[in-house]
């Protein structure tokens, strides 16, 4: 069995972004508004490129989320980021419900800037206990880069989620939404550096001997975490911390890399316990790699061609860890598709 851990619904129909933008409209005076409407019709439409695309690489079933860059927590107050929340999570669960054999659901957060994370815990458990979902997303930097600046992920600002989560058995993925620094490319730049930030500071902090069942997932393989390992040790070592390798065990990444060389490193470095098979598809890869003339996203073929894996290792990114990590997916016992 093959389950792509991230995924966003990126295919939605027009009328998700026709209520924002009435939402946007009307900032100064925030309601919910009337839902949008969409058929089952429309929305199957809408994701059969998804389908598609799971038959022909061999994907059982996906972890599906809101759109990520969609979630603009920077924008308007926490009314405004609850009543789009929670428009985008009961149709991830409409969604998720029309085919359930290959969906599974994770929540998008009413994040605002300046807000506790507390303010999140009521939504994620809705969200849990009554629609059924196995994970959220957490953006870590909710202001988008601007002001009030996001306390360090290892903050005890957000203890009070990470305390909800550990109730209701699910993890998190870490992922950025919209920044408003002009400076910054949103998926080339603003995406990664997040990744990479939060991955330091998680090792760096005390956060997981305050919360030891707290299990969070940083996508894109950590961002620049393969590659600046030793920065990472040098730095534990002259601040006399544990050290990084073991800290870095408490984390989990994903394998939203497109690069089969970048990924074979980051399973090197973390080792394939820590890892979850990813494509993020229709997102940032979504184009055609000329030189093999596979898609970017393709990164089944990536783990399937990696030599040195062995056939328990592959597994466990291609399920296990998964089902780990998500013990709410109740995924059916199966053997792992090789493409």
């Not at 939402?23 to 925030?30: A, D, E, F, V, W």
């Not at 009961?90 to 994770?106: T, Y």
């Not at 061609?305 to 399920?319: C, G, N, P, V, Y």
Request: proline residues 7%; hydrophobic residues 35%; charged residues 20%.
């Amino acid at each position: 069995m093959i389950v792509d851990s991230h995924a966003h619904y990126t295919t939605a129909p027009p009328q998700l972004d026709a209520y924002r933008a009435r939402q946007l409209g009307s900032l100064n005076r925030p309601t919910a508004g009337a839902a949008p409407k969409f058929s089952d019709d429309e929305l199957l439409e809408s994701l059969q490129g998804h389908l598609r695309r799971m038959d022909k690489l061999g994907i059982d079933r996906m972890i599906f989320s809101p759109r990520a860059s969609g979630m603009g927590h920077e924008i308007g107050d926490a009314r405004v980021s609850l009543h789009w929340t929670r428009v985008n999570n009961d149709l991830i669960k409409r969604v998720c419900d029309l085919v359930s054999d290959r969906f599974i659901p994770a929540a998008q957060l009413p994040q605002s800037p300046g807000v506790s994370p507390a303010s999140c815990v009521d939504e994620l458990t809705r969200c849990v206990n009554e629609l059924g979902f196995v994970g959220c997303n957490i953006n870590p930097d909710v202001a988008g880069g601007g002001q009030p600046f996001t306390p360090a992920i290892s903050d005890e600002w957000w203890y009070p989620l990470w305390e909800a989560m550990e109730d209701l058995e699910v993890p998190g993925l870490i992922h950025a939404s919209s920044t408003v620094n002009p400076a910054l490319h949103l998926n080339g730049s603003h995406y990664t550096n997040a990744d990479a930030a939060v991955t330091f500071e998680l090792c760096w902090s005390d956060v997981y001997d305050r919360h030891p069942d707290l299990k969070l997932i940083v996508p894109h393989g950590g961002g620049s975490l393969p590659f600046n390992w030793n920065r990472h040790r040098a730095l534990h070592i002259q601040k006399a911390k544990p050290a990084f390798e073991e800290r870095v065990k408490n984390v989990y990444f994903d394998t939203a890399i497109y690069d089969r060389d970048s990924m074979e490193m980051l399973i090197r470095k973390v080792g394939a316990d820590n890892i979850l098979y990813a494509s993020e598809p229709f997102g940032t890869a979504k184009a055609v790699d000329p030189d093999t003339n596979r898609p970017f996203d393709d990164t089944v073929s990536f783990v399937n061609d990696i030599q040195w894996l062995s056939a328990e290792e592959r597994t466990k990114i291609f399920s296990g860890n998964v089902r780990k990590l998500y013990p709410r997916a109740a995924l059916p016992a199966g053997a792992t598709t090789t493409g």
